[in-house]
């Protein structure tokens, strides 16, 4: 009987994670239309920055969605304002824009220099443009290149002394050589340890996945804590789909974490 309370608890997570998935695809669709959208950013912002918790988390794992997670993460945070996207995380080239005043309308520029490499693509011809999108290609895939040599040393290092504990895990994400590789360094650094041809590749995989893990079971236990404090910040119904992710990550924790888990689980009755 346990084993089948198990399988059910397993398949629970697999339904839940594949409708995460769905409603993720359906707003990442939307992100990479910006380009098209004239109805303002403003209303699509309001319904990024109102995604479940476990849709955005799951971002990461589709094509393009790491570059969404963090644009939803700045709106959160205040970092942009509600009718702007950081430059940064256009979900492609502003080139792509027909219509240039939309453009400057919504993105936020941290530089001049920015400003300015809009102003001079509008002047540039469609061939010198190809040619130019064709160096860039190049001179990006040699940069990231040199910065997976630089680092590769550091954070393997870093890795083969990694202890499932906060302090080790901030220490690594904090380290320069790990934030070089931007919002997406959890893709990045596994496609960096798989291409690598060092002697413990497989052993260094297994560790950085832990470390993935831990990291999400930190943020898991970090909104636990929350919405025990402020049980408003999430509906009953909302909770309840959530239980078995929060029974999974906060059973990493030990009596704390069943502790925590049990008052989550008292929110739903």
């Not at 993460?73 to 939309?102: A, H, R, Y």
């Not at 990231?144 to 083969?160: C, E, G, P």
Request: net charge neutral.
């Amino acid at each position: 009987m346990a084993e089948n309370g198990k399988n059910k608890v397993n398949f629970t997570e697999f339904q839940a994670k594949e409708r995460a998935i769905a409603v993720g695809k359906k707003y990442l669709n939307l992100f990479h239309q910006l380009h098209v959208i004239t109805a303002g950013l403003t209303v699509l912002n309001k319904e990024f920055i109102a995604l479940p918790d476990n849709v955005v988390e799951i971002l990461p794992e589709l094509a393009g969605g790491a570059k969404f997670r963090q644009h939803i993460q700045n709106l959160k945070d205040g970092i942009t304002p509600i009718d702007k996207i950081d430059f940064d995380l256009l979900p492609f080239g502003p080139e792509v824009f027909e219509d240039k005043k939309l453009l400057e309308k919504y993105v936020q520029y941290d530089t001049p220099r920015r400003e300015q490499v809009v102003r001079e693509e509008k002047q540039v011809s469609p061939v010198k443009k190809e040619e130019e999108v064709v160096v860039k290609q190049v001179v990006d895939a040699d940069v990231d290149s040199d910065l997976a040599n630089d680092n590769a040393k550091v954070i393997f290092d870093l890795l083969r002394k990694f202890q499932n504990n906060p302090k080790d895990l901030e220490a690594f994400k904090s380290k320069e050589e790990v934030r070089d590789f931007g919002p997406e360094w959890k893709s990045k650094i596994s496609d960096l340890i798989m291409k690598s041809d060092v002697a413990d590749k497989a052993n260094l995989k297994k560790v950085f996945d832990g470390l993935c893990v831990f990291d999400y079971a930190l943020n898991v236990w970090q909104e636990a804590v929350g919405l025990v404090k402020n049980p408003k910040l999430k509906s009953k119904d909302e909770i309840s789909s959530k239980l078995p992710e929060y029974k999974k990550y906060l059973n990493m924790f030990g009596a704390g974490g069943k502790s925590l888990y049990e008052k989550i689980e008292a929110l739903t009755k």
